[in-house]
């Protein structure tokens, strides 16, 4: 057996900041061995980020514990604010809403997912919601908010969460936790770029005052730019815009109520939709749509029709195309974040592709030499997570059966993949719902979407459909009534966030 000694990384360039900048630098400060490795992150500050406010999935809270963040630390330094899920409204019918909650619906019975006993029940019962049997939707509902318990017998053990805060501030936040574990910050804006005359490798940052920085291994974080994976290696791109239609967002933020939701709002509209994202003290928006269906001016003028309150400054626009980097690392770059690929955040997957493509390099975390089996399986993961996250988008699209607008009518009967074509038919059958390669979104996250936009099982599971209805009727309510229950012993979402984590600073 060979166990020769390797030559490991001594030097990591991080170029460019913002959330993905800053979320690998403290990934990599905090898990590589104190010393090994050198860390570096050039940015400047006279270039801006995309970072609008985020909305995010459970996800986020398992990357803040492996870094030890603490929760209330987070949420103060961010103004974040807890959210139990999406409410989506005009996306199966106009004037239809349906929420996508975090937490299961209800619970399995005999080894058999909940929402089969829940299509059973609602023969007898046509008016039932399966949101009537989810923590989540009635927390959110009622605008109350809990943490779980960790006893597996409490209801209170089905409730998931994530948080609305700001990017910007939450960027800020991890560049003082990296810094701390040694990450250098370097002021500059880069001038050239350059690379091994044989391998073709990055082997230099040269900034614009003259000065270089020199790395084993590059990571790119300048977003849309690619400077790094685009620009100098010219990786291709797999542009997916055939279907997921929208090219252009104005984000604003506006003044908010004494009201906290503790859930993300997601309108659709005539070429597109608009989010409502609430921190602590503001009210993050945006719409999102096709730029060939809606000019800017009328997407400015339908997005400030929209707020909760006044604007605050003018609407930003933001272009981008739906898609990601055929080879999200190549040669000694790894593309993190927008350089790597952006689909548009109608599930909030935005940072949970960031802290994919971070714990993947650190899963494959290579010696210098970068093998190409350790490349290439990255690239095989990576892609993967983007093709999974896409077909759920583009399931929201398909799934609509509204008819006013040429949008409406192009992604109602447009070609999809057949990945997700095999899903929408085999849950039309009979309700079959399948999780596949560790994927992101679980079931209940599938079914959750495909009855709310009114895609209905043709047959009921015929295990299912032997079992005495009064007993599966007796079984339902009980649960109803025990999260029912739960719910009213919660605080408001407010006085919970007053209570736990409230922010002293407005920014």
Not at 53 to 73: H, K, M, R, Y
Not at 414 to 432: C, T, W, Y
């Amino acid at each position: 057996m060979s166990n020769s000694a390797a030559v490991p990384i001594r030097q990591i360039v991080i170029v460019g900041g913002g959330a993905a900048g800053w979320m690998t630098a403290a990934a990599l400060s905090s898990l590589l061995p104190a010393g090994s490795v050198r860390i570096s992150l050039i940015e400047s500050e006279a270039i801006g980020t995309i970072g609008v406010g985020e909305a995010t999935i459970p996800d986020i809270i398992n990357f803040n514990a492996l870094l030890g963040i603490s929760e209330t630390e987070f949420l103060k330094a961010t103004n974040g604010t807890f959210k139990l899920g999406i409410k989506f409204v005009n996306w199966g019918r106009v004037g239809e809403d349906y929420f996508h909650p975090f937490g299961p619906h209800g619970a399995d019975m005999n080894a058999i997912d909940f929402h089969q006993f829940w299509l059973r029940h609602q023969v007898t019962n046509p008016s039932s919601d399966i949101e009537e049997f989810s923590l989540n939707a009635a927390a959110a509902k009622d605008g109350r908010f809990a943490l779980p318990d960790p006893n597996p017998r409490s209801v209170l053990s089905r409730l998931r969460y994530a948080y609305h805060f700001d990017a910007t501030a939450y960027a800020g936040f991890l560049r003082n936790y990296a810094e701390h574990r040694g990450v250098r910050r370097v002021e500059g804006i880069v001038t050239e770029v350059r690379q091994d005359a044989e391998t073709g490798d990055i082997s230099e940052i040269v900034l614009e005052n003259g000065s270089t920085i020199a790395g084993d291994l590059f990571f790119d974080c300048t977003g849309f730019r690619g400077l790094l994976i685009d620009k100098t290696l010219d990786v291709p791109f797999t542009d997916w815009s055939h279907w997921l239609p929208c090219d252009t967002a104005q984000a604003v933020a506006c003044d908010r109520g004494s009201e906290i939701l503790p859930y993300t709002i997601s309108t659709a509209k005539s070429a597109g939709w608009q989010w409502r994202i609430p921190t602590q003290h503001r009210t993050g928006n945006g719409h999102i749509y096709s730029s060939s269906l809606l000019s800017d001016d009328e997407a400015i003028d339908s997005l400030l029709e929209d707020l909760d309150g006044p604007a605050i400054g003018e609407p930003r626009k933001i272009r981008f195309r739906t898609g990601h980097r055929a080879q999200p690392w190549n040669k000694n770059c790894v593309s993190i974040g927008l350089s790597a690929g952006f689909l548009e955040p109608l599930e909030s997957t935005s940072l949970f592709l960031i802290q994919e493509g971070i714990s993947k390099f650190i899963a494959l975390y290579p010696t210098a030499d970068m093998p190409d089996v350790v490349r290439d399986e990255y690239n095989r993961q990576l892609v993967k997570k983007f093709e999974q996250v896409r077909d759920f988008i583009i399931l929201h699209y398909k799934a609509t059966e509204r008819d006013d607008s040429e949008f409406w009518n192009y992604t109602r009967t447009m070609d999809i993949p057949d990945s997700l074509d095999n899903r929408i038919e085999l849950f039309r059958e009979a309700g079959r719902v399948f999780r596949y390669e560790d994927e992101l979104f679980a079931k209940p996250n599938w079914v959750a979407v495909l009855l709310g936009q009114n895609i209905v099982p043709r047959s009921i599971d015929p295990i299912v459909g032997a079992i005495d209805p009064a007993s599966i009727a007796h079984s339902l309510q009980s649960m109803r009534s025990a999260m029912n229950n739960a719910v009213t012993q919660m605080k408001s979402h407010r006085n919970f966030l007053e209570s736990y984590a409230w922010a002293t600073e407005k920014f």
